[in-house]
């Protein structure tokens, strides 16, 4: 074959081009460029659920908010009006001191790869005709946050959820009646649950309470206070 004269000094560097090329797209997934991801999953009061109007918009609801905190991160909303620890089980979820056999949940799975999962359920666990009380419940949440660990979300973040508000006044008073002695319960029932597992929580009760017209609801307010609570925990277990 005829060589063409200075042919390798066009050759070369295209050939160092693509090599680093290559080599971003392999180290890049294994360095700081790989976004950080974080998944909120909860219930209404993670969906945006109003007790005096349309659902909450995207930039108070509590998830919304703490991504607004930590630009780098991308927070990924999970929320359901109506969920329970158990995810639709219809019993409540027990895997404390045992190996976890339940596969990840669809609704986690397809947001993978995920650094880490803040979960704040509990609050739908307390309808009349659940009969569950703050220790079910709590072994129900950190169940649920084995089974997302052992599926492969990296961190999980339980929060207890804040305590209702006299529900028995509001227009949710037939689903949850006198749940509020049972709410405020959770928090330290969640805390004995974050000992025993070596799962970190954080008590939204310490800085809101569901202040919306039903007793149940979060809102404008309440969803910006938390979220922004929130974001230096996540950071702190982010940086771990």
Same mark, same amino acid.
């Given at each position: ?14 050939? &160092?081009?693509? !090599?680093? !090329?290559? /080599? ?14 974080? /998944? ?10 109003? =007790?005096?109007?349309? &659902? *909450?918009? +995207? ?38 001191? *045992? ?6 949940? @669809?609704?986690?799975?397809? *947001? ?14 307390? $309808?009349?005709? %659940? +009969? ?27 929060? =207890? ?7 028995? $006044? ?7 009646? @006198? ?8 928090? +330290?029932?969640?805390?004995? $649950?974050? %000992? %025993? ?6 008590? =939204? ?8 017209? @039903?007793?149940? *609801? ?11 609570? /929130? =974001? ?7 940086? +771990?």
């Amino acid at each position: 074959m005829m060589k063409t004269k200075g042919t390798p000094s066009v050759i070369y560097p295209m050939i &160092r081009a693509v !090599c680093l !090329c290559v /080599l971003v797209l392999c180290v890049a997934p294994l360095s700081g460029w790989a976004e950080t991801r974080v /998944l909120v999953l909860g219930d209404s009061n993670t969906w945006g659920s109003n =007790a005096s109007g349309p &659902r *909450h918009g +995207e930039t108070v609801r509590w998830g919304r908010v703490l991504g607004a905190a930590l630009p780098d991160v991308v927070v990924v909303e999970e929320g359901r009006i109506g969920r329970r620890t158990d995810l639709k089980a219809e019993r409540p979820l027990d895997n404390i001191g *045992h190996a976890v056999a339940t596969p990840l949940p @669809d609704l986690v799975a397809q *947001h993978l790869p995920l650094n880490l999962a803040v979960v704040m359920l509990g609050t739908n666990d307390l $309808q009349a005709g %659940q +009969e569950r009380d703050e220790e079910t419940i709590a072994r129900s949440a950190f169940s649920l946050a084995r089974i997302l660990q052992t599926g492969g979300v990296d961190r999980v973040l339980m929060v =207890a959820p804040p305590p209702l508000t006299s529900p028995e $006044q509001g227009q949710l008073a037939y689903i949850f009646g @006198d749940a509020q002695s049972g709410s405020e319960a959770l928090a +330290e029932a969640y805390a004995r $649950q974050s %000992q %025993q597992t070596g799962i970190p929580v954080f008590d =939204a009760g310490s800085v809101i309470r569901a202040d919306g017209a @039903d007793g149940v *609801h979060l809102t404008v307010a309440a969803h910006k206070k938390l979220g922004r609570a /929130l =974001a230096p925990a996540v950071a702190a277990l982010l940086s +771990e």
